[in-house]
């Protein structure tokens, strides 16, 4: 598949549900509205629809939402999608959590294929991660951490750099990291979704983030690309840190992606409304091929780049990221 810009989209994003366990500040409001049970799609269309982008070229896919592993049987769908792994027309099947529940699921996911997860953890120190993530135990997350490690699977940490909340502990966050053998991504807050607290005072450019890792390492830059708006360097102590910079750098020129929600809508940029339903579709017919010419068309209307602005209060898009799939 390849967008107007001549991009090729070969990565999907498939959220599997918008619900979380947590409700990080960044992430959702408190009192979040989740979309309605009887729209979301079941696991057998989810694995329909991505096997879908798969025939029609993605190579890599991430099972994100809300948080993934609170859905019913989601190792079902991991484990159909595997096909695809063992076929060898996808190359990576993963996943973003917040790890909560890891521990439990770590050993099976292992077993299907997955070779590498995100976890997002923001903060290691019990009560600020509790208040970061409205209620989270940092020490679950940390056996779920350590479970997937010894089920051989590679992790990297997310931490979304937070001014008044962590920008002082990201340091101590990538050695934590790297003394586990885990690689460290620190992301740029994006404007999705109201949330309380103003995201102007909520946002750390990356660029005071990496002046302080200086201070600690010396960084030498990679030439590793994901497509996606993260850059990477090397400490001299050999751990790996990511820069996800969507504000201070746009790399929207190389974006190689596209996402799904659970209800079966396609954004086609995390930071525009640009969107195509594939439920309708999907559900028109046994068949694929009303399907799979509804994501072609879709591709076709692809944005050029994301619409963020750091300095308004406003958000670039009203959906939260938990919504469209992270
Ligand atoms: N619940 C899972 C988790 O937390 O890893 C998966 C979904 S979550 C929406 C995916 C990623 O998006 C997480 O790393 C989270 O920190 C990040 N995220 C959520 N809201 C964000 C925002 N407004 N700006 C930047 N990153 C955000
Ligand atoms: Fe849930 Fe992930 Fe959003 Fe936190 S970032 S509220 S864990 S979906």
Known sequence: MIDPFGRTINYLRLSVTDRCDLRCTYCMPERMRFLPKAEVLSLDELDRVASAFVRLGVRKLRLTGGEPLVRRDMLYLVERLSRHLASGVLDELTMTTNGHRLAEFAAPLAAAGV??????????????????????????????????????????????????????HLVTLAEWAHARGADLSVIEVMPLGSVEADRRDQYLPLTEVRARFAERWTLTDLARSTGGPARY??????????????????????CNRVRL????????????????????????????RLLDAAILAAIERKPERHAFDHRVAKPAVARHMSHTGG
């Open 261 to 288: 929600t659970c209800t079966g809508q396609l954004f086609l940029c995390l930071g525009d409304d640009a969107d195509a339903d594939l439920r309708t579709p999907l559900r028109a017919n046994r068949d694929d």
């Open 233 to 254: 360097v090397r400490t001299n102590e050999g751990g790996t840190i990511g820069f996800i910079t969507p504000l201070t750098h746009n790399f929207c020129g190389g």
């Open 115 to 168: 070779k590498r997860i995100n976890v997002s953890l923001d903060h290691l120190e019990p009560a600020t991660y509790a208040r970061i993530t409205r209620g989270g135990d940092v020490a679950r997350v940390i056996v779920g951490i350590d479970a997937a490690l010894a089920a051989g699977i590679a992790i990297k940490l997310n931490a979304v750099a937070l001014r008044d909340d962590n920008a002082d």
